[in-house]
């Protein structure tokens, strides 16, 4: 069971560091007309809600919703990413896969994915083709 998650964590990451890198840095600003967050703000949100739904849902710390201010730049944003998936990594490693941990990361993932999917149509906004996604 446990390969099985860390192989899913894998896949998850790579897709989504892919989606990081196919914006160039000047477009870590962009959003589209009517958007909320810009491209750097969805995908440094990706990386704060790693490790809080690591926190309260697989780990049952309860932590609070505080995100920091967070620079846009795609260096900082990207290195953001790989810290928070490493992090799950790491926990998962470590973790006794209880019925409630495996529920937890599974919601995470699919917080990571519903924000990578807004990142992917601002990539297209853009005019840039989003990577082959893999799973």
């Known amino acids: 069971m446990k390969e099985?998650?860390?192989s899913?964590?894998?896949k998850c990451r790579d897709y989504t560091l892919a989606v990081a890198e196919a914006m160039p840095a000047n477009g870590y600003t962009f959003k589209p007309e009517g958007g909320g967050w810009n491209f750097g703000e969805q995908l440094s949100h990706i990386?704060?809600?790693i490790d809080w739904w690591k926190d309260n849902f697989i780990l049952g710390?309860?932590?609070s919703w505080d995100p920091p201010v967070t620079g846009l730049n795609k260096k900082e944003v990207t290195a953001g990413l790989l810290k928070a998936f490493n992090g799950l990594e790491k926990t998962l490693k470590g973790l006794k896969a209880t019925d409630a941990?495996?529920?937890g990361f599974h919601a995470t993932l699919d917080h990571v994915?519903?924000?990578r999917a807004q990142a992917?149509?601002?990539l297209r906004c853009h005019g840039i083709t989003p990577p082959e996604?893999?799973?």
């Open 47 to 49: 990386g704060y809600g």
């Open 113 to 115: 994915t519903h924000h």
């Open 4 to 6: 099985q998650l860390l």
């Open 133 to 135: 996604y893999t799973y």
């Open 61 to 63: 710390t309860e932590t």
């Open 101 to 103: 941990a495996v529920q």
């Open 8 to 10: 899913t964590l894998e």
């Open 120 to 122: 992917v149509v601002y």
